[in-house]
């Protein structure tokens, strides 16, 4: 099979060709059963969630969709404080979409499951005409054991934690979409962050992945939610240089630029050293503190300081973010 | 290569410079002429502090978007609506700009019409190519820092006759709404930032009048904070010597006569013209039109568009603009008026007075 | 209206057209709007158009006044 067509969305012949190949791929003892529905156990109080993934170009420096649609699913069960143990995987496909590209991408949800230690349980596939979806998407879904929930219930002082530098993967997607001729290096940061699992039990009281929105938009979700002023100091938020030239380029804010596999995270000041420690030893070598509850604002405020020493209120991501020139 | 130049190590020994001079000039009125400088000024939270020592940065009509009359985008949306086989590009800001049909990017076009957002003009020459069945449109709108490249594209377009690319030009100049704002005192001004990059093309010499009609000190300035800090206190000290001049705060960047062979590009391919603002009404001698011999490139002579459209109602972008009032004082800044759903153009573009004053709201700031 | 960012030339091709970089980034950007553009001239880039050559003297003069106004950084 060189392409994809209608039929391996069909339900025969060919879609049970397809399924060998996907099965091939991520084989676990639940999923060759090949039931309609997985038959899972697990203790205790669960957490369950889902996300859909339609990146475009999803062939981009450093991944692919694939790898983001375990990886981002992961995550968000992960920052919840849920140790993820099942997914399910469900791709819409464009007719004629190269099963070449198709294996890649099986390869790496192979590869980024093994990673992050879950099991594909269960899947579907859909194929639709020419035109009616772009090349391929893909919906994962995620289930695990409840460690801890996270808590809202902060104080003057916690500290806020990031665990690397900000906008790599929009970076990226947006060079490799090469949209505004811009050439660069930039690596997507897209990554499963399974190191933030035993911050659970180590200090962490409140975690969240920084996705669409950037860390701005988070940060405005902490101190609302929690309903606390918040001071973030801009000169300690780690950015690599041509993230940071590439927002200049485009007038971007790189504070509401997308990561894939960065997390922000809040523990009280005496845990955060050793959070930060940890962090680091996994290979999270720019983890730090970027501020800290409190400071100027009023409750549910997130205010910067600036580079240049001012203040600004934060807020959350409006509108689209089309770059301007003028 | 300028990290300093943002660095709070720099900025803050910098303020206590200009602390000490305006002590005893304040309360100060600077307006910042370039959109720019809006958002350098807010975002590093800058006008802030500023203001806690008494100098108030006033937004000037250096934004491009914003002062484009609903008159040049009603053309636009025209031709979107009624000619097939469009391809209509323009700068980002530029296609969200809301009218009373709505934006360039949310109307329904034409059959087999769309919008392109582009980031340099020179790509409208690929897209004219890549397309050769469709008729590609550039909306230009811009200052002098960016007319040198439009006139570039435009007669690359007539030296190679392009037959299926042609431009809606809203090209203005930045000196004569400047004589429109002192003229009429109503933005109270004591000083001028005079926008760097428009300087860098037509030099300091254009602004020579506003010190010797109208006594007013100013300094050509850069974009990054201590850039703007050295133009302000460039201003202060003209103001306590009591010697106005065009002061260039900006000379890695900008020479007294500019960039002659810019300028000479910009005479070859545009004629002078008056031109209508959003707030000014009508400005002489304040926009570019192009000469008769490139005519043949104007969408509008080809496609005889109708520039009848109205904004939304109770907008304030056109006081704004003028200076006359701050976003705030518009009575539906942050109620009606906001970036998810914006009533006029100094809300949408990024260089927006009341999208800038809104995004990036400073706090109280004490020394 | 006037987002200008420095970058140096590492390439120029037939004169009209060339290489940028700064930061890692790179764009290919048009130096008809220049005179006498070498590889290695700092250049200010406006909508993918070198609108002048940066005064590399003025600008070590700038960081130097700084200097000297704030006590070095």
Known sequence: ?326 | MFDELRDRRVVTPLLSELQKIARDLSPVRIMEVCGTHTVTAFRSGLGNMLRGMGIELISGPGCPVCITPDEVVAGAVDLLIRQKDVILTSFGDMLRVPTSKGSLLSINPAPASSVRIIYSPEEVLAISRENPEKETVFLAVGFETTAPAIAYIVREAADKGIKNLSFITSLRLVPPPLRAILSSGEARLDGLLYPGHVSVIIGSEPYEFVPREFNVPGAVTGFEPADMLLGILSVLRQMKEGKPMVDIAYKRAVRPEGNKMAQELIREVFDVEDSLWRGFGVIPKSGLKLKEKFNALSTDARFNLKHEGWGVRGCGCGDVVKGKISPEDCPMFGKDCNPDSPKGPCMVSYEGSCLVHYKYRGIEWKM | MCLGIPAKIIEIEQGSHGKVETGGIHRKINLSLIKDARVGDWVIVHAGFAITKMDEKEAMETLKLLKEMTGGV
């Not at chain 1, 849920?82 to 192979?110: A, H, Q, T, V, W």
């Not at chain 1, 906008?167 to 997507?188: D, N, P, Q, W």
């Not at chain 1, 999270?284 to 240049?308: D, F, N, S, W, Y």
């Open chain 1, 1 to 326: 099979m060189e392409n994809v067509d209608l039929s391996v969305g069909s339900g025969g012949k060919r879609m049970r060709e397809f399924i060998k190949v996907v099965v091939s791929y991520l084989n676990n003892e639940i999923l060759s059963e090949l039931h309609d529905s997985a038959f899972l156990e697990m203790d205790g109080k669960i957490g369950f969630t889902t996300d859909s993934f339609v990146v475009d170009p999803i062939f981009f420096p450093g991944g692919d969709i694939g790898k983001l649609a375990v990886a981002g699913t992961f995550n968000d069960l992960v920052v919840s404080g849920i140790e993820p143990k099942y997914l399910s995987l469900s791709f819409i496909i464009e007719e004629g979409f190269p099963m070449d590209d198709m294996k890649r991408i099986l390869n790496s949800i192979k590869k980024e499951s093994i990673e992050c230690g879950v099991k594909i349980v269960t899947g579907d596939t859909k194929v639709v005409r020419r035109g009616e979806a772009h090349r391929i998407y893909i919906n994962t879904s995620g289930v695990g054991r409840l460690i801890r929930k996270p808590s809202l219930s902060l104080e003057n002082g916690d500290a806020i934690i990031l665990t690397g530098p900000i906008g790599e993967h929009s970076a990226s997607v947006m060079v490799a979409r090469g949209e505004y001729e811009l050439e660069g290096e930039i690596l997507t940061d897209c990554a499963s962050m399974k190191f933030l699992l035993p911050l659970w039990r180590d200090g962490a009281i409140w975690m969240r992945d920084i996705t669409r929105g950037g860390l701005a938009t988070v940060l405005c979700e902490l101190s609302k939610g929690a309903g606390v002023p918040i001071l973030i100091d801009e000169e300690l938020i780690p950015i690599s240089e041509s993230v940071r030239t590439l927002s200049e380029f485009l007038g971007i804010d790189p504070l509401y630029l997308a990561c894939e596999g960065r997390a922000l995270i809040v523990s009280k000041k005496e845990g955060s050293g050793a959070i930060i420690s940890a962090l680091k030893n996994s290979d999270q070598k720019q983890t730090c503190a970027i501020g800290e509850v409190g400071g100027p604002g009023r409750k549910g405020e997130a205010i910067l300081r600036t580079r240049a020493g001012g203040f600004r209120l934060l807020e959350e991501l409006t509108g689209e973010l089309l770059p301007r020139i003028c």
